[in-house]
């Protein structure tokens, strides 16, 4: 079957998903749990050969912890399902009801947005998230893996596929592709692919802006800081650095840049560089930095804009709030951006001010997740200002339609004067 039949085949069978019933959605949802389990040492097979052959190939650490898809994932995401499963279903909820007369109503209801494609590198797990959102959002989905997880990949989604499939679930409903010829055509394919999610590089996700005229959802770089405040608490703010920066250093949520105020660095710095040590972590500071404790490396302007995915940070003093929120409205990607501090009024003015998806006090930046959000899982982060921002769950995944319910009525009546327009909020939801 060539890509154009593939993207044909999703969106005939996404018209038909979009009113599937909830119940027959969280069937098929189980039974994935349930194959995800039964074929557990399949995967991890299919898995072993991708890392094998990235090791040979010398793949990027970070990308190579990525890759990993082993028990404790496969795990992770069957516990995410089940948490899919206990949400509520989007589809079909009455956002706004209005009376435009007596006998004349309108309804603002939610719907899928139909053909979703959805192109991420390396993280097999982002596949089983991603496809299972979309199922219980009534979307079709197009899948393209990085080449490095092909093995992985073609065997979630057989799983993924057969399982909904024998749920009756529509036949097509979800496609996997696997070339970059694929991506290039599918990019072309605006009449019928509704919306493009890219998970990857910044140049990545610019190359699929920049060769498609079709919407756009997520982001690029994950560039997140946090802040210490002269007013913090000193074990909180230790404790919430290290946390954000190593407990999973290779992902979009993990701090890069920790600012900290003049005023507590003295204080702080020693003790933040010990336990930067003993997770083995790289520091770049600047000189008042440097001036304080020994760093590994200068900061100079590129640091500040820099996604390192490692175990490696930079740290920069500030003169204050003012100039920490300018720091991070210039160099962060608007992903997630955290304040330490015990004055409440500052937190106020960090969180109107900092332009992020995602503004946090008094905890790691770690927690911007859809699954930590209770979203059930999440297909990806948008850092965009329309339609849906910050972890991109079930909600980001609808669209909405009005739907009027009438008696014969006619716009002549209003026009000339019979008739007039009470538009008048109702209480109801949509009900035929």
Same mark, same amino acid.
């Given at each position: 079957?060539?890509?154009?039949?593939?993207?044909?085949? /999703?969106?005939?069978?996404?018209?038909?998903?979009?009113?599937?019933?909830?119940?027959?959605?969280?069937?098929?949802?189980?039974?994935?749990?349930?194959?995800?389990?039964?074929?557990?040492?399949?995967?991890?097979?299919?898995?072993?050969?991708?890392?094998?052959?990235?090791?040979?190939?010398?793949?990027?650490?970070?990308?190579?912890?990525?890759?990993?898809?082993?028990?404790?994932?496969?795990?992770?995401?069957?516990?995410?399902?089940?948490?899919?499963?206990?949400?509520?279903?989007?589809?079909?909820?009455?956002?706004?009801?209005?009376?435009?007369?007596?006998?004349?109503?309108?309804?603002?209801?939610?719907?899928?947005?139909? /053909?979703?494609?959805?192109?991420?590198?390396?993280?097999?797990?982002?596949?089983?998230?991603?496809?299972?959102?979309?199922?219980?959002?009534?979307?079709?989905?197009?899948?393209?893996?990085?080449?490095?997880?092909?093995?992985?990949?073609?065997?979630?989604?057989?799983?993924?596929?057969?399982?909904?499939?024998?749920?009756?679930?529509?036949?097509?409903?979800?496609?996997?592709?696997?070339?970059?010829?694929?991506?290039?055509?599918?990019?072309?394919?605006?009449?019928?692919?509704?919306?493009?999610?890219?998970?990857?590089?910044?140049?990545?996700?610019?190359?699929?802006?920049?060769?498609?005229?079709?919407?756009?959802?997520?982001?690029?770089?994950?560039?997140?800081?946090?802040?210490?405040?002269?007013?913090?608490?000193?074990?909180?703010?230790?404790?919430?650095?290290?946390?954000?920066?190593?407990?999973?250093?290779?992902?979009?949520?993990?701090?890069?840049?920790?600012?900290?105020?003049?005023?507590?660095?003295?204080?702080?710095?020693?003790?933040?560089?010990?336990?930067?040590?003993?997770?083995?972590?790289?520091?770049?500071?600047?000189?008042?930095?440097?001036?304080?404790?020994?760093?590994?490396?200068?900061?100079?302007?590129?640091?500040?804009?820099?996604?390192?995915?490692?175990?490696?940070?930079?740290?920069?003093?500030?003169?204050?709030?003012?100039?920490?929120?300018?720091?991070?409205?210039?160099?962060?990607?608007?992903?997630?951006?955290?304040?330490?501090?015990?004055?409440?009024?500052?937190?106020?003015?960090?969180?109107?001010? /900092?332009?992020?998806?995602?503004?946090?006090?008094?905890?790691?930046?770690?927690?911007?997740?859809?699954?930590?959000?209770?979203?059930?899982?999440?297909?990806?982060?948008?850092?965009?200002?329309?339609?849906?921002?910050?972890?991109?769950?079930?909600?980001?995944?609808?669209?909405?339609?009005?739907?009027?319910?009438?008696?014969?009525?006619?716009?002549?009546?209003?026009?000339?004067?019979?008739?007039?327009?009470?538009?008048?909020?109702?209480?109801?939801?949509?009900?035929?």
């Amino acid at each position: 079957m060539s890509i154009q039949e593939s993207v044909k085949e /999703v969106k005939a069978a996404s018209v038909v998903l979009a009113a599937v019933e909830t119940e027959r959605k969280n069937s098929a949802l189980r039974a994935i749990q349930e194959a995800l389990l039964e074929r557990k040492q399949e995967i991890i097979k299919a898995n072993n050969k991708d890392l094998e052959r990235s090791e040979k190939e010398k793949l990027d650490p970070p990308l190579l912890k990525r890759l990993k898809f082993q028990e404790d994932k496969i795990q992770g995401v069957v516990d995410g399902i089940e948490s899919l499963i206990q949400l509520k279903d989007p589809v079909g909820e009455t956002l706004q009801s209005t009376a435009i007369d007596e006998d004349l109503e309108l309804y603002k209801v939610s719907c899928p947005i139909g /053909v979703i494609g959805v192109i991420f590198e390396s993280r097999p797990d982002a596949l089983v998230q991603i496809s299972t959102l979309c199922l219980k959002s009534g979307n079709g989905v197009l899948l393209k893996g990085g080449s490095e997880a092909k093995e992985t990949n073609r065997i979630l989604f057989e799983i993924i596929r057969q399982a909904a499939e024998e749920a009756e679930i529509p036949k097509g409903w979800i496609q996997l592709m696997e070339t970059r010829d694929d991506v290039n055509v599918m990019l072309k394919m605006d009449e019928d692919i509704d919306l493009i999610i890219p998970r990857g590089s910044n140049d990545f996700v610019k190359y699929i802006m920049d060769h498609s005229n079709i919407p756009v959802l997520g982001h690029a770089d994950g560039i997140c800081h946090l802040y210490i405040d002269g007013e913090a608490e000193v074990e909180m703010a230790l404790s919430i650095a290290v946390d954000s920066k190593t407990q999973y250093v290779s992902v979009c949520n993990a701090t890069e840049t920790l600012l900290i105020d003049r005023k507590i660095a003295k204080e702080l710095l020693p003790s933040l560089r010990d336990r930067l040590k003993e997770k083995d972590v790289t520091i770049v500071g600047d000189e008042e930095v440097a001036a304080v404790i020994d760093v590994d490396e200068t900061a100079g302007e590129q640091d500040w804009k820099t996604e390192y995915l490692d175990y490696k940070i930079a740290i920069k003093t500030v003169d204050g709030l003012e100039e920490a929120i300018e720091h991070i409205n210039t160099y962060g990607s608007g992903h997630t951006d955290a304040i330490v501090t015990t004055n409440k009024s500052k937190v106020q003015k960090f969180m109107d001010l /900092v332009d992020s998806g995602n503004v946090f006090w008094n905890c790691s930046t770690r927690f911007s997740d859809g699954y930590r959000y209770g979203f059930g899982a999440e297909v990806g982060i948008s850092t965009n200002k329309i339609h849906a921002r910050g972890p991109v769950g079930l909600d980001g995944l609808l669209i909405y339609k009005y739907k009027m319910i009438g008696h014969g009525n006619i716009v002549d009546d209003y026009e000339s004067g019979k008739k007039t327009y009470r538009h008048r909020p109702l209480n109801k939801s949509f009900k035929l």
